[in-house]
C-alpha cells in the first residue's frame, strides 16, 4: 500500500475528517505534479489537532517542531503570523521520504472535497475549485504553476 493510502485509512479509522491538498491534490486531479509531501486540512478543532497528533504517531511519523498538538492549536495564529509557519509537519524518522504536512491556515470546515480513487481506496481530495483558491492565497510559484495547470484540466 502507497504511503498516501496508509495515511488517509488511518485518518479515516480515526474518524478524522480529512482533504488532501498540495501536489498530490493536483495530480490527483489530472494535472502532472510531483512532490514528495503529502499536503492535508482537517477541521480547525482541537480535538482533531490531538487525533491527528495520535494518528501520524501511530504511523511512525513524529512531529518536526518540539510541539504538542494542544500547542500549535492554541498558539496557531501566533505560528502563521510572526513565524511564517503554514504547515504543521510530520516526518517518520527511519525513513524521511514518508512526510505529512498539516496545513494549518485552512479550515476544512469551509470547504468542498471530493473522492478519488487510488489503487484500493478512495481519497478525499479539496475540490478543483477550492484549491485553486487556496493556492492563489499562497501565491508561491510552484502553487501559480499548479493553477494553470488545473485551469487547463
Not at 62 to 90: C, D, G, M, Q
Request: charged content about 30%; hydrophobic content about 45%.
Amino acid at each position: 500500500m502507497v504511503f498516501l493510502e496508509r495515511v488517509c485509512r488511518c485518518l479515516e479509522s480515526n474518524k478524522i475528517p480529512y482533504a488532501v491538498v498540495g501536489g498530490y491534490a493536483v495530480a490527483l486531479h489530472g494535472a502532472v505534479r510531483g512532490t514528495v509531501d503529502v499536503d492535508f486540512i482537517i477541521s480547525l478543532q482541537e480535538d482533531i489537532f490531538v487525533a491527528v497528533e495520535k494518528a501520524m504517531n501511530s504511523l511512525g511519523l513524529h512531529s518536526r517542531l518540539p510541539v504538542t498538538a494542544k500547542e500549535v492549536f492554541r498558539f496557531r495564529k501566533e505560528y502563521i503570523e510572526n513565524r511564517n509557519l503554514i504547515a504543521w509537519s510530520f516526518v517518520n524518522l527511519k525513513n524521511p521520504m514518508e512526510v505529512v504536512d498539516i496545513i494549518i491556515t485552512d479550515n476544512l470546515d469551509d470547504c468542498a472535497i471530493v473522492e478519488k480513487k487510488v489503487a484500493t481506496s478512495k481519497i478525499k481530495i479539496l475540490s478543483k475549485k477550492d484549491l485553486i483558491k487556496m493556492k492563489k492565497r499562497s501565491g508561491r510559484p510552484q502553487d501559480l504553476s499548479d493553477i494553470e495547470a488545473l485551469e487547463k484540466l
